[in-house]
């Protein structure tokens, strides 16, 4: 039985086990399986992003195009419910938050404290602005919900990338199950949300 976010009007957006497995519909399944997919790409080719980077492979060129498929491939999702303007803006988002957090590997392992520094800054800027858009088109997604799920998933990734660096490969793999938790959390919310506005029920 899966872990939702959920809302209630009379008690706000809450978090617990789906008690409603035995009447899932079609559609919400089939969300759900595509959403998690997703994610389970999203958080793998990120990790292997910054193996990439760190150990200085000569892969990094293809599994950086890899990596930014994703941000067109969950837009596609988004089109489907919201539509191309809404679904393009999404795209351009999530793009920007795995173009920084590359350059910002790039800099920590060259060393360079101060532009890492200005690299995160702007990471978690862009993680406050996707939340806010996701709220904004979504009443099932409150925005400060989102902000701690996407301000989690950058903390344990940029540990995660740490750990790569600092060749803590138990702390990294570790790690990485947490980043994948998170990531299948956000996968069910997003289900939730997109299920409860259009009451999907075929």
């Known amino acids: 039985m899966s ?10 957006w809450g978090y617990g086990r789906a008690q409603h497995a035995a009447c899932v519909s079609r559609a919400e399944m089939m969300l759900n399986r595509e959403f ?3 994610w389970e790409q999203h ?5 292997m992003l ?3 980077i760190a ?15 994703n941000p067109s491939d969950m837009a596609a999702v988004f089109q489907r419910f919201y539509g191309e303007r809404i679904a393009a803006r999404f795209r351009d988002l999530f793009r920007k938050h795995l173009t920084l957090a590359a350059q910002l590997v790039k800099a920590a392992k060259a060393g360079n404290e101060s532009e890492a520094a200005e690299l995160e800054k702007q ?18 997604w409150p925005r400060s919900v989102l902000r701690r799920m996407l ?5 344990m990734t940029k540990d995660e990338a740490v ?40």
Do not use: C, K
């Not at 872990?3 to 706000?12: D, F, S, V």
């Not at 990471?123 to 099932?140: C, H, K, R, T, V």
């Not at 301000?151 to 903390?155: A, G, I, Q, V």
């Open 3 to 12: 872990w939702y976010y959920w809302w209630a009007p009379e008690a706000g």
């Open 36 to 38: 998690r997919s997703l």
């Open 43 to 47: 958080v793998a080719w990120t990790r």
């Open 50 to 52: 910054i193996i990439s």
């Open 55 to 69: 150990e200085n492979l000569p892969d990094e060129e293809r599994v950086t195009e890899r990596l930014l498929r």
């Open 123 to 140: 990471w978690f800027a862009n993680a406050d602005e996707l939340a806010a858009f996701l709220s904004g088109i979504n009443p099932y």
């Open 151 to 155: 301000d989690e998933h950058l903390r």
């Open 163 to 202: 750990f790569r660096l600092q060749r803590d490969f138990a702390s990294d793999i570790a790690m990485y199950d947490q980043i994948e938790r998170i990531a299948l959390e956000m996968a069910d919310a997003f289900t939730d949300g997109i299920v409860r506005q259009f009451q999907l029920s075929y």
